[in-house]
């Protein structure tokens, strides 16, 4: 019987291995590379603990290297969807009841897992399925997803810590009940470390959990699923469910009267489809559902004319380029004073011709393939408008080849209308775009930096004049959810900077911090009354006494 208040281990951010030349972890994650190219895996749908081989499998293949086949997938529906409620059903009472200090046992020990035995498994996976550099991979898939699962611990501790006043002769208590129902978690291909977040924050919190996880990041999810289990995940808690068509496992997941919540991250379409299903479906539900999402970003650089120019080009540089640009937070249209644009210029051109790009078993590669043939398509397309365009001309970059794999060069257009469309519309690849500004017009600029875009995720300023951050911390107020004073817009770190956007960049629940967890839990307040009242009776209404 456990009967103690326990504490939670106190969390601190997974330190990043350098894989630098002669280094342990360099020759491990080459070993492991190797292994995985040289196996093919079948990746099922795991229902109630169970694997389950439903409908034709398609192809997983790596981007760079499109010909090679890491394995098959097999696809979802409706069935197992239905299968899926009815294990998430089945699992619920008990994970509901278990004692909060167990579940997060389960998770804190696949957070150490991930650390150790899993690590090189699971960066190899996230390098050869979503195309990563080892760096990339390693600050993803091993250092934010073990932060996520140890900080998400110590921030239930404090939820559940937090208890209302008494009074007299009464004991006031809260209960933070999980949800009534299921929650259903859609993925991202571009973090594994917010595939592995988005299912198991809720699941942490007491729910059970269908988790559709994308298409393109499928394999490093495979091997995400055991980790989880070796960890001692009971069976029906989380439930996988593969499809290359996220309707046939989102419409009728959220046509069950028991869907409770939705925790996403993808596209602004599509999460604005998500949410309207829900209202469509309303009178269908036991509960109104929590709708938890991130969408995406049009994340900006602004340098003042006090800006460091070196500092400013390398900001742009990875800001713009890390992991081919696939970050909802990437810096895609930067705003350059036109008294530093020629030292600026010049800084870029050296950094930027410096960058190798090839695929990520090659360490020294710093850019590498983007994902499948559709986002090289549509990245490569604003990369010709742009060259045919009166508005805009490709300053750095501009070449690409899907021939192997779907690698694009590093690209910056330069745009004389600021409201170009690759100054406006989110890309999601290795593509910049800058406009230059007449130093007079800063303001001003900050004022067309807020209503370029209906995004509000990521923004940086570069300054060293104190009263110019002010102004533009003041005048991009809600421009960005996460505001960066001298950095690049990316690079967020759990426990550090809690991530998320509003306006159209999704709901802000800030994941990395308590704010998401209390999203998934239904709080009771309870009151105990010692010594209850026998009559109805108050002081007030009794007579006078010389009445």
Known sequence: MQNALSTPPNPTNEPV??????????????????????????????????????????????????????????????????????????????????????????????????????????????????????????????????????????????????????????WNQVQYRPLEGFVLAITPFNFTAIQGNLPTAPALMGNTVLWKPASRSVYSAYFLYQILEEAGMPAGVINMLPADEGADVGTPAMASPEFAGLHFTGSKATFDHLWKTVGENLDTYRTYPTIVGETGGKDFIVAHPSAHPAQTATAIVRGSFEYQGQKCSASSRIYLPESLWPTIKEELAEQIESLQVGPPEDLTNFVNAVIDQRAFDEITGYIDRAKASDDAEILFGGDYDDSTGYFINPTVILATDPHYESMEEEIFGPVTTIYVYDDADYEATLDLIDSTSPYALTGAVFAEDRAAIRTTMDHLEHSAGNFYINDKPTGAVVGQQPFGGARKSGTNDKAGSALNLHRWISPRSIKETFNPPTHYGYAFHQPDKDA
Request: aromatic fraction near 8%; proline fraction near 6%.
């Open 17 to 170: 291995l350098s894989y630098a030349p002669g280094s342990p972890e360099r020759s491990a994650i080459r070993a492991e590379l190797e292994r995985l190219r040289d196996m093919t895996v079948e990746i099922p749908a795991y229902i109630g603990g169970d694997a389950v081989y439903p409908g034709s499998p398609s192809s997983v293949r790596v981007p760079h290297d499109h010909q090679h086949e890491l394995g098959t997938v097999h696809q979802s529906g409706a069935n197992e969807v239905e299968q899926a409620i009815k294990a998430a059903r089945e699992a619920k009472a008990e994970w509901a009841a278990m004692d909060w200090t167990d579940r997060a046992a389960i998770f804190l020990r696949a957070a150490d897992l991930i650390a150790g035995p899993w690590r090189h498994t699971l960066n190899a996976a996230t390098m050869l399925g979503q195309g990563k550099n080892v760096y990339q991979a390693e600050i993803d898939a091993a250092c934010e997803l073990i932060d996520f699962l140890r900080f998400n611990v110590h921030y239930a501790d404090q939820i559940y810590r937090e208890q209302p006043d008494n009074s007299p002769g009464v």
